[in-house]
Every structure is written in C-alpha cells, then in structure tokens.
C-alpha cells in the first residue's frame, strides 16, 4: 500500500497509478505449508497481472 505524505506527491502518485507505470505484487501470508514446493506465476486477467505462489 502506498500513501502520499503531500498533495503534490499525491498528484504524482495518481498521474503514475493513471498511466500504468507502477507495478503491483501481491503477496499472501498462510499459517500452512502450500501443496507446491516451487513458485508459479498465474495471470489473473488479460491485462499483464501476475499472481506469485
């Protein structure tokens, strides 16, 4: 999660998240082992998000 501490950077911040040139990861926490040992990466949608195991 990303927060501004100014409205300028904020502005900024918008302007970057509008055009698409910030990259989103996200990252889950689980209190069990998962069934696969290795990472996979999954696409969610047809845009380029990635979904990291």
């Known amino acids: ?18 055009e698409r040139r910030i990259e989103k990861e996200y990252l889950a926490v689980v209190d069990r082992k998962t069934r696969k040992r290795k990472a996979s990466t999954r696409r969610l949608s047809s845009k380029k998000s990635k979904q990291k195991y």
């Open 1 to 18: 999660m990303v927060f501004a501490k100014t409205s300028k950077a904020a502005s900024r911040l918008s302007d970057d998240v509008r």
